[in-house]
């Protein structure tokens, strides 16, 4: 097949979705199939590089940190993608690039897939004056925009439920985002332990609390922080890997808690140098209710860290309370679940290996595209139905 897929943000930007597009992207490939990415430049100039395609777009940070859109629908690269004929297109945003998506599709009759990423609803407070409003506002526009979709790609039931509340008609699909899991596999896990903690001055004797992602209102890292500064446990490091918005108000806010000598912010992280950062911790912890999925969930799974996290749909059948980790809703379920891990090593084995063990059984990148080669396939076959025509996927032969 011929893919294009559409995204808002790409390389170099760093964050889950790009992630998932960029494994998304060479799962694909490996199976044989062409794939080409569409998504706005950082500049208002147009360009290719290799198989992206860059469309010139404008700053919009007031409306969200660091959002930009397009209004062009017309210019020779969007053309040179029309003659390329995608056999089906891959949306991964709302926005910009989702217009440019249903413009592309309908020139060409070919189907659109979205994946809704983002919870907008836990987003209202950068647009909206009151959370109300902020939430009928989404859920217009997420039917809105929907309704152009062929199957729409939920990464939980969480999202898939949210999206028929709104009133979403379109067929809904769970496929769990996968990863690639190869790099976190435990090498020389404990010299990447110890180069990581002499690097961050982390004693060897502290118990390492570890939260990735980007430092944003809505990942409620106060929660973790507040949390962290009333247990009882001593010789403890927390260890906050990302950047983002909201930095500068955690730093201060773990001084007003007396912790700013126990928590240490390391700022951005290339992905590729991320396994270190795991492999130097204990526990990951998030208190964030705004995720679809999660990906530094898994990449801590599959590292072997039980997580311990605020409890949240998003997490059913990924966080399983006492089989890979804890969840909490109280600072008391929180010292609770954190006191069994550090201190009982049994429970904190048995936690490790079934984090590991369900990471790489349930979201590994490769059965991610599996899956959504076998709806690619199905939304192409609605599109252009035939008789008699065979191809073959990595399931073998269908007709």
Not at 24 to 53: A, P, W
């Amino acid at each position: 097949m011929k893919i294009l897929i559409t995204t808002d943000v790409y390389s170099p930007v760093i964050n889950g979705v790009v992630t998932s597009i960029v494994n998304l992207k060479r799962e694909l490939e490996k199976f044989g199939h062409e794939v080409r990415v569409l998504t706005l430049s950082n500049e208002i100039k147009s360009y290719i590089e290799q198989d992206v395609t860059y469309i010139s777009s404008l700053g919009v940070g007031k409306i969200y940190p660091g959002a930009r859109v397009t209004i062009s629908k017309k210019c020779k690269y969007l053309k040179e993608l029309m003659e390329w004929r995608p056999d089906v297109i891959h949306s991964q945003c709302e926005f910009s690039t989702f217009r440019l998506a249903k413009h592309l599709a309908k020139s060409l009759h070919v189907p659109i897939i979205h994946t809704y990423h983002t919870v907008y609803e836990d987003y209202t407070h950068y647009f909206s004056p009151k959370q109300s409003w902020g939430k009928a506002m989404v859920a217009f526009f997420s039917k809105k925009v929907l309704k152009h979709a062929t199957t729409v790609i939920a990464p939980t039931e969480k999202v898939s439920t949210l999206l028929q509340g709104y009133g979403v008609k379109r067929p809904i699909k769970v496929i769990p985002t996968g990863i690639d899991l190869s790099s976190y596999k435990q090498g020389n896990a404990m010299q990447a332990r110890k180069d990581v903690r002499n690097q961050l001055n982390i004693p060897e004797k502290n118990r390492v609390l570890i939260f990735v992602g980007r430092l944003a209102k809505e990942k409620n890292l106060e929660e973790v922080l507040s949390n962290f500064s009333r247990v009882k446990l001593e010789d403890m490091s927390l260890l906050i890997v990302g950047d983002g918005p909201h930095r500068q108000a955690l730093e201060e806010y773990a001084r007003k808690l007396n912790i700013e000598d126990n928590v240490i912010f390391t700022g951005m992280v290339d992905p590729k140098e991320l396994p270190p950062y795991y492999q130097a911790a204990d526990i990951f912890v998030s208190a964030s209710n705004s995720e679809t999925q999660g990906l530094t969930y898994i990449e801590a799974l599959a590292s072997g860290l039980p997580a311990l996290c605020r409890k949240d749909p998003c997490l059913t059948n990924v966080i399983v309370d006492g089989t890979n980790g804890g969840l909490f809703e109280t600072f008391e379920e929180f010292e609770r679940h954190l006191e069994k891990m550090l201190c009982d090593q049994e429970e904190y084995r048995y936690l490790s290996i079934h984090a590991k063990k369900k990471a790489y059984e349930n979201y590994s990148s490769t059965a991610f595209a599996k899956s959504l080669e076998s709806v690619y396939y199905d939304a192409i076959e609605l599109f252009h139905p035939t008789e008699n025509v065979f191809y073959v996927n990595n399931s073998g032969i269908n007709q």
